[in-house]
């Protein structure tokens, strides 16, 4: 596996999510070609493995090689049964309180990645990823109907210590984007 192949790779594992051939010729600085043809490459060496390369559109991302879908399907149904770690709520907690979030204002306000989280929070339907209108490049975290019915709330606003909770995240939020 060459060096651009190896960096695609480690940018798609990172990430957890699709990554548009835009951005990974933003990203590693070189032609739109060569990101084709180390995609190409990529997806040639990753044959015979539990790992694929998904594409849709001008989007790229990892997943599951189908032939593993039913362990991959039990892994996921133990993995519901599971109570939510305490970086999955911290998660959670900021997504419902923002009413939507940014994967990058989550791993600031909690200064690490959240991706997993993230991840376990989707598949247990707690929230959704939605593009975002004003950048089409990143997606926003919302809560979903399922988990304000759930917590008992109709709408975030009746949450606990809602608006003294919202002001600390946004402080938070703001203080980062100055710091930049």
Avoid: H
Avoid at 71 to 93: G, V
């Amino acid at each position: 596996m060459n060096n651009l192949e190896q960096k695609i790779e480690a940018i798609l594992f990172f990430k957890g999510e699709p990554v548009s051939l835009k951005k990974l010729t933003d990203i590693l600085k070189v032609s739109g070609e060569e990101v084709k043809d180390a995609i190409l490459n990529l997806k040639e060496n990753l044959q015979n493995r539990g790992i694929v390369l998904l594409e849709k559109d001008d989007e790229i991302t990892l997943g599951t090689a189908p032939e593993l879908s039913e362990m991959i399907e039990n892994l996921q149904k133990e993995e519901l049964s599971k109570d939510l770690s305490k970086a999955t709520l911290e998660t959670l907690s900021i997504v419902l309180y923002k009413n939507g979030a940014t994967r990058a204002e989550i791993d600031y306000i909690r200064g690490v990645n959240s991706t997993f989280s993230l991840r376990a929070l989707s598949v247990r339907g707690l929230v959704e990823k939605i593009q975002d209108p004003s950048d089409n490049r990143r997606f926003i975290y919302k809560p979903t109907f399922e988990l304000l019915s759930f917590m008992g709330v109709t709408k975030v606003e009746e949450l606990p210590e809602y608006e003294t909770t919202l002001m600390t995240i946004n402080q938070t939020i703001k203080n980062s984007e100055e710091n930049v």
